[in-house]
């Protein structure tokens, strides 16, 4: 097959390395460094399987800027282009993925479209009412930053939307690539996939969130949560899983996909979808005023990243703390590697450990690391189990 996928970022450059194995693929972005990093067989993300991957040197994969140029004899298109939350449309932005799409009809190819990108409910629909066309449909992706081509090589599930030939035979192009045996298939409404990726991801916040409210009734009833986790997650029908206490979930997709599902259900009774947008909010206010309580004068924040293995702070919980934290004209210092500049977002970056330590107060912590040992009176987090 000849394959394009446009964006490459987690999603769009693990689908690529994944198809390229057995398929010519063809990356596209706008960004040219990141273009130049994956024909020179870099990774432009952090993720230890793309990395590998790339240099292993076995992948038909090209990668170029000229997106438009690429339409006319590919058999798929991959969408995989951002999708921010408006705030004030209440509606994901997908402007990116509409440009795309026109892109593609003016091309004049017969290829499929697959969007992969997060979209709100009955886009796809939409799309085929406002340009008069069938061929595209959507596929809803469920991986993790930083372990994005390993959860394509080792799906939990692959879900289509639409019940066709060319759903079954993109769907066995992600099985042929997958080292996974017995993944399960399933073939979906357009309406239904769209709904799955949303509720999916709702759900994590939702579990996210109730191990946060659980660890804030701890930390101010004087209980040791851990134990009280510990005790709980044994039940086999909750588990062991995604249960480690946080400053309340971030990252890319649950904050938006919560926000675009909360605003889905305009109209449908609910009170559960809208309490788990506020319950973060509501997490951080305590984070940040646990962290004043210390009564510092300036406070380190220990990397921006919220996600072992992760180098993406988009929509990093930590921000909603240091905003708050703000409030109170405390002094703000970062320690964050993969920031290069002196500065970021008006608060001063500090490259070296040692001086960062030695100048904060108090060093909040979402996750714990190894060199925060030597600092651990100084330090605030709620990593109760060192992971994730």
């Known amino acids: 097959m000849n394959i394009v996928v446009v964006g490459t970022g987690y999603v769009g450059l693990s689908i690529a390395v994944l198809l ?9 972005d706008i960004i040219k460094e990141k ?25 038909d994969l090209v990668a170029t800027t000229d997106a438009d140029g690429t339409y006319a004899a590919a058999d798929y298109i991959v969408i995989a282009t951002p999708t921010n939350y408006d705030e004030n ?14 892109a593609v009809i003016k091309s004049k190819t017969d290829a499929v479209m697959v969007v992969k990108s997060t979209i709100p409910l009955g886009f796809v629909d939409e799309m085929k009412k406002k340009y008069c066309i069938d061929n595209i449909m959507f596929s809803p992706e469920f991986l993790r930053e930083g372990k994005a081509l390993y959860d394509n090589l080792y799906p939990s599930r692959i879900v289509v939307g639409e019940d066709s030939q060319r759903a079954r035979v993109f769907a066995g192009l ?16 357009t309406f239904e996939a769209e709904a799955i990726k949303l509720f999916a991801n709702t759900y994590l916040a939702m579990r996210v969130a109730y191990f946060n409210e659980l660890d804030t009734y701890a930390a101010s009833k004087g209980l040791n949560a851990k134990q009280i986790i510990d005790g709980i ?4 029908r909750i588990g062991t899983h995604y249960n480690n206490p946080s400053f309340g979930y971030g990252g890319y997709c649950l904050p938006k996909d919560t926000k675009q599902l909360r605003a889905n259900f305009e109209g449908v009774p609910n009170e559960l979808i809208g309490a788990i947008v506020e319950s973060n909010h509501t997490r951080m206010d305590f984070i940040a005023d646990e962290i004043k309580k210390r009564h510092p004068k300036t406070v380190g924040i220990y990397r921006l990243t919220m996600k072992t293995g992760s180098d993406n702070f988009r929509q990093s ?3 909603g703390v240091i905003e708050r934290i703000k409030q109170s004209d405390i002094d703000i210092i970062i320690y964050e590697p993969t920031v290069k500049a002196p500065e970021y977002m ?12 030695r100048t904060a107060d108090v060093i909040v ?14 330090v605030y987090t709620r990593d109760l189990f060192g992971r994730d």
């Open 365 to 378: 912590a979402n996750r714990l690391n190894e060199e925060l040992k030597t600092v651990g009176d100084k």
């Open 35 to 59: 273009v130049d990093l994956i024909n020179n067989r870099k990774s432009p993300i952090a993720d230890k399987e793309i990395e590998e991957y790339l240099a292993s040197g076995g992948l």
């Open 233 to 236: 997650s044994l039940d086999p």
């Open 20 to 28: 390229a194995q057995h398929n010519h693929v063809t990356a596209c």
């Open 89 to 102: 449309r209440n509606y994901f932005d997908t402007s990116s993925v509409e440009s795309v799409i026109e």
């Open 346 to 357: 008006g608060m001063r970056v500090e490259p070296d450990f040692d001086s960062f330590a």
């Open 317 to 319: 919980a930590i921000f």
């Open 174 to 189: 992600l099985l042929e690539g997958a080292k996974k045996s017995d993944v399960p298939v399933l073939y979906t409404g």
